[in-house]
């Protein structure tokens, strides 16, 4: 048996628009994001999930709400966003040109790197190989925790993956392997 899971980015915030990292910080859908948002729940109501978790920064939460209004999603620390650290709300550019630095070495300030953020997701796929193995679960988070799915669950190198250009589609689908373990 395996774990399903179906992964999909937070919605459009005010700072996507205006070309800004987030990171840690909270960051509000815009109104495409608060559309965005309801067109996932349309797209994933009666999904068969046996769980929906979500990042606990404020654009996913709000991403959640507004697609599954009835439904109190999991919040979960390990699908956070990259902290960008002395960098959070930044432009993205930036970020963007640093990213291959970032790796291994946290970004300044008390930040992250993306190593880090790779760990506290293959903690999660642990946890969620053994609480749900041959179910169903939709996760809402960031774009970092989907490069770390990519590289944990397809062995894609997490430098390439920093790397390459970044796209957006309605939706991601991996195999969890049972017992899986980074």
């Known amino acids: 048996m395996a774990v399903e899971i179906v992964y999909e980015t937070h919605s459009t915030t005010t ?5 800004i990292a987030t990171g840690w910080l909270p960051g509000t859908l815009s109104g495409l994001g608060r559309r965005q948002a309801a067109e996932l ?11 929906v ?18 439904l109190l999603p999991t919040r979960d ?14 432009p993205m550019a930036g970020i963007a040109a640093r990213r ?26 642990a946890e969620l190989a053994v609480r749900h193995d041959g179910r169903r679960v939709l996760l809402i988070a960031h774009h970092a925790n989907r490069v770390a799915l990519d ?5 894609a190198p997490l430098a390439e993956l920093l790397t390459a250009e970044r796209t957006w589609q309605p939706g ?8 899986w373990r980074p």
């Open 172 to 179: 991601w689908h991996y195999t969890l392997p049972t017992n």
């Open 77 to 90: 620390a390990r699908l956070r966003e990259c902290d960008y650290g002395a960098l959070n709300g930044t």
């Open 100 to 125: 291959l630095r970032h790796l291994d070495e946290p970004f300044p300030g008390g930040g992250q790197s993306y190593r880090q953020v790779t760990l506290a997701t293959a903690e999660l796929l």
């Open 41 to 51: 729940g349309e797209r994933r109501r009666g999904g068969g999930f046996a769980a």
């Open 53 to 70: 978790l979500t990042s606990d920064l404020q654009r996913a939460v709000e991403t959640a709400a507004i697609a599954f209004p009835d």
């Open 15 to 19: 700072d996507n628009e205006a070309g």
């Open 151 to 155: 590289h944990l669950l397809t062995g």
